[in-house]
């Protein structure tokens, strides 16, 4: 790997990385739902008007449309407690001024919703964070917006005569002007029948942006431009593949850059697709290897009827033996170059998933391997808030639950592992660079070859309900592997291993442990 720049690095590609992200612990935050600020003051500042009225209650269980009303102050008011988990990076779910709590239906990109706090929050967030050394990243969601976004909105006032009737894919009988747009679906016919517009997954409230007309293509890469310049480090890019226009996705990359050197793009596409990574996105969503992780440490714990009631985890969560976990390791491993695999954004959930902890039907020795394992393998881990504690959650909504407000709620033994696996990575470039393979299986355990440089790793786990032994190779010539203390889970201290004399490693690991040994 050739250094270009000091802010980026080289792959075989032909485009270049952040190096910072190959660092980077991430943290997802619903903004709805994280904190609201100790100081009413601040938002009434930031607002001109304060809260506009009656929310959810913040522990009541969340609803599809309720608002909880927490803010980017509160978030911002809550950074030393990243700061103390070892989190050097946040990933925002949608803040642009939307009527959605999730704020996937935008009609400002260029204004922070009021309910967050407006701009001056997120100028606070900013800021604070920057002093942390933590970066921040921000969900870009372009491929469709809300019907409030100003260009919908004059074409629904005005019909086909709009100046931004080609913002949006219309039907042919809106575009002649023989009816006029209706943004309500009505009986019979198809989707552009019922509604005059195209919509994302034939939902009325998201309008799809016609990307390949120049106006609003120019007008979404100078969003991407607008936030960089304010200070954000990076885009999450909503559902990228949907949008096909040829070099959209390019230009947007290039304008940002020219910005920002150091910024990072991820795209939300849940499957292997190192071929739109190329001149476009620095790394994926690694859903695929998030499913590899959850079907291993799960074993004979996934919640048959959590998965079930998912849309695309029922089709990609199973229990894996130690040989499908191998192959679909060694996948997720070999099919982007070894730099972008360490781009990769990789994650056990997020506000479209479950629950780590419900998907493992509340059982704590899983949920702390998966954690183990995510935070161990190369690739960005992001965490989702509150899943270091163990938050409970299905399917959306329930999943965005708020996050307890108690600074000491949760199992404050899981969130002791999380600190200690981060602080581990942090001061062991071997567990955040380089590569990974199986070296080493038995009936129910594996043990994980980690290689950076000289350094080397053992992730040695046993997701079963009974011990198992593995005989691992030497990991290196080297002096002998330390092993690493997991605080916060007890039978991990029960694992044992013996150095043979040809410098192998022979490991007992009880049900539902794992050791770290790292060397070099």
């Not at 517009?197 to 409230?205: D, F, G, I």
Request: glycine content about 10%.
């Amino acid at each position: 790997m050739k250094a270009r720049s000091k802010a980026r690095q080289e792959t075989d590609t032909s485009h270049t990385l952040p190096d910072w992200v190959q660092d980077a612990v991430f943290y997802q935050v619903f903004p709805d739902r994280f904190a609201r600020s100790r100081d009413p003051g601040l938002v009434a500042a930031a607002t001109a008007y304060g809260a506009p009225g009656a929310l959810e209650p913040w522990e009541a269980p969340p609803t599809q449309n309720g608002f909880k009303g927490g803010d980017l102050f509160g978030v911002a008011e809550r950074l030393d407690e990243l700061v103390d988990l070892g989190v050097n990076a946040l990933y925002l779910n949608p803040i642009f001024t939307s009527a959605s709590n999730h704020r996937y239906h935008a009609y400002d990109y260029l204004a922070v919703d009021p309910l967050l706090g407006g701009d001056a929050a997120l100028r606070r967030l900013l800021d604070e964070a920057h002093a942390r050394g933590i970066r921040v990243v921000l969900d870009g969601v372009f491929n469709h917006s809300g019907r409030g976004f100003w260009p919908f909105h004059h074409l629904m006032e005005t019909g086909a005569e709009s100046p931004y009737r080609d913002w949006f894919r219309l039907d042919g009988d809106v575009i002649a002007g023989h009816r006029p747009l209706n943004a309500y679906p009505r009986s019979g016919g198809g989707q552009e029948a019922s509604l005059g517009y195209q919509a994302w997954w034939n939902l009325p409230a998201l309008p799809k942006i016609n990307v390949a007309h120049p106006p609003a293509a120019e007008y979404l890469w100078s969003v991407g431009e607008h936030w960089l310049r304010f200070g954000i480090d990076g885009w999450r890019l909503d559902v990228p593949d949907e949008i096909d226009v040829p070099g959209f996705w390019e230009t947007f990359r290039a304008r940002c850059l020219a910005v920002n050197p150091e910024c990072y793009f991820v795209g939300e596409i849940w499957e292997h697709a190192p071929h739109w990574l190329d001149g476009r996105f620095d790394g994926l969503m690694n859903y695929p290897l998030g499913a590899a992780i959850l079907g291993f440490a799960g074993a004979d714990h996934l919640s048959r009827e959590t998965i079930a009631a998912h849309n695309t985890y029922r089709r990609t969560i199973r229990k894996l033996a130690p040989g499908a976990f191998t192959e679909a390791l060694h996948q997720a491993m070999g099919v982007y170059p070894q730099p972008t695999v360490e781009a990769q954004l990789n994650l056990v959930g997020s506000h479209d998933t479950p629950r780590v902890h419900n998907v493992m039907s509340g059982d704590g020795g899983a949920v702390r391997l998966a954690m183990l394992l995510m935070l161990t393998l190369p690739g960005a881990p992001n965490i989702y808030y509150g899943d270091e504690i163990g938050m409970e959650g299905g399917d959306d909504p329930d999943c965005r639950r708020s996050f307890p407000v108690d600074p000491n709620a949760g199992d404050r033994e899981l969130r002791a592992l999380v600190k200690g696996l981060i602080a581990a990575r942090h001061a062991n470039p071997v567990l955040r660079r380089g590569t990974a393979q199986v070296v080493a299986s038995g009936a129910t355990a594996v043990a994980i070859l980690r290689s950076s440089g000289e350094q080397r790793a053992i992730v040695a786990l046993n997701p079963g309900d009974a011990a198992d032994r593995l005989v691992v190779p030497a990991p290196t010539a080297g002096r002998a592997p330390v092993q690493l203390a997991l605080p916060g889970w007890p039978a991990a201290a029960d694992a044992r291993l013996t150095r043979g004399d040809d410098g192998s490693l022979d490991v007992e690991l009880p049900a539902q442990s794992a050791l770290v040994l790292v060397s070099g």
